[in-house]
């Protein structure tokens, strides 16, 4: 037993000396630290929040631009302690009722009160979708939170989504022919306009989505066989994020050009995503490469809004990048029909007034009322005829 102790305090001694010794060799090593984000969030469209209302399993993630000047709190009669504060946001189409209760909605007033930037980007995390009066809400819950201007990637695709949709904070509302675009000079570098295009053709010789990082959101590449993050991160993504990219020949009745439909537009349209599309067996199979649901666009007409690059007033790059699609009845509804216009095209609504003719001075007699009766012949008429009586008669066949 002795010896038995003896060797394991001789094996335990010599593991500390042999850790002791590998701690010693260990080096600092100077790396780009990987780019984490600094929020996570899982953000459902304002749209799509009235299916939760059924499903109480589920918490909400929204984004929205609060539509109120400053929400006040209002406390209630019978107990001061309790209180409620009541907003809205908005996404620039869809608007959401939003009660925060107690201490949240305190805290939010507050907070609201010290943003001096307009307008306030909010996100709210952990939200209850409920209904009272007939009216979709998203309530505070225990576990609700809320992010006013947070630095995440979304607030600036929302703000420029608003400012698109607001009409009436648009100062040019013109519709750009293909003809004006090629012709803008160096005032519109990294700016936004309309145009209206008929998609004649979506290119199908090209990839119609790309692999993202899941971090950083930059574009990922393929090396040594595994999908790496070489802009940002540094480091190898093990299963990307896929995004849309379709590549579309675009016109009207001045010229012609490329451009790029983007991810969320085509998500809109189309209600799927790329995984979804990947998983569809009606849409991407061994014959199949290129998904029939995305050539729906052609043959289209859309009120595209396209960013003007430098590389574009350049003539360096004849590819243009889509920011927002709308078909032309939608932006009528969005916008009211504000004062688009175009030396080629202009859509609106088109009305017929029908005047009734005067009546003709005569008029043909009523038919006689129908009736399934069998009528019997009123004059029967006698055919004379002589038979020849040598005429055999023709054998019935076997059946």
């Known amino acids: 037993m002795i010896r038995i102790v003896e060797l394991m305090h001789l094996l335990m001694r010599k593991y500390v000396r042999d850790w002791t010794k590998c701690h010693k060799k260990c080096k600092l090593v100077k790396q780009d630290v990987p780019h984490l984000a600094e929020y996570a969030f899982d953000l459902f469209p304002l749209e799509d929040v009235e299916k939760f209302i059924i499903d109480n399993r589920f918490l909400l993630d929204v984004i929205g631009i609060v539509d109120t000047n400053t929400p006040i709190i209002v406390y209630s009669k019978d107990d001061p302690k309790k209180s409620h504060l009541k907003f809205k946001i908005t996404d620039g189409r869809y608007k959401l009722n939003i009660t925060f209760f107690n201490e949240i909605g305190e805290s939010f007033e507050k907070a609201f009160k010290d943003i001096l930037e307009e307008p306030v980007v909010v996100i709210i995390a952990g939200g209850k979708a409920n209904k009272y009066d007939g009216e979709l809400y998203l309530t505070s819950f225990p576990a609700t939170r809320f992010y006013l201007n947070p630095n995440n990637y979304s607030v600036p695709e929302v703000l420029n989504r608003f400012t698109f949709m ?3 904070d648009e100062t040019d509302t013109k519709l750009y022919t293909i003809e004006d675009i090629k012709q803008l000079n160096e005032a519109y570098i990294e700016k936004q306009i309309l145009c209206a295009l008929t998609v004649k053709k979506v290119e199908q010789q090209y990839n119609w989505y790309d692999n993202f990082c899941t971090n950083c959101d930059e574009e990922v590449n393929i090396v040594d066989g595994r999908f790496r993050c070489i802009v940002k991160c540094k480091r190898n993504i093990p299963l990307p994020d896929k995004r849309f990219r379709l590549c579309t020949v675009c016109s009207d009745n001045t010229g012609v050009i ?3 439909f983007p991810d969320d537009e085509i998500q809109r349209i189309t209600g799927k995503n790329v995984f979804e599309i990947e998983n569809d067996d009606n849409q991407v199979v061994e014959d199949i490469l290129f998904p029939p649901l995305l050539k729906d666009f052609e043959k289209k007409e859309y009120i595209v809004t396209l960013n003007i690059s430098e590389e574009n007033i350049r003539k360096s790059s004849n590819v243009y990048q889509a ?7 939608e932006m009528g509804e969005s916008c009211n029909t504000v004062g688009l216009t175009s030396p080629q095209k202009v859509y609106t609504p088109v009305t017929t007034e029908i005047q009734a003719s005067e009546a003709p001075k005569e008029y043909s007699p009523p038919t006689e009322k129908s009736t399934n009766r069998t009528r019997g012949r009123k ?11 040598a005429t055999p008669i023709a054998k019935l066949k076997k059946t």
């Open 323 to 329: 920011k927002k699609l709308l078909q032309p009845q």
């Open 379 to 389: 004059n029967k008429v006698f055919v004379k005829y002589d038979m020849d009586e």
């Open 258 to 260: 490329v451009v790029v």
């Open 166 to 168: 607001n009409c009436e």
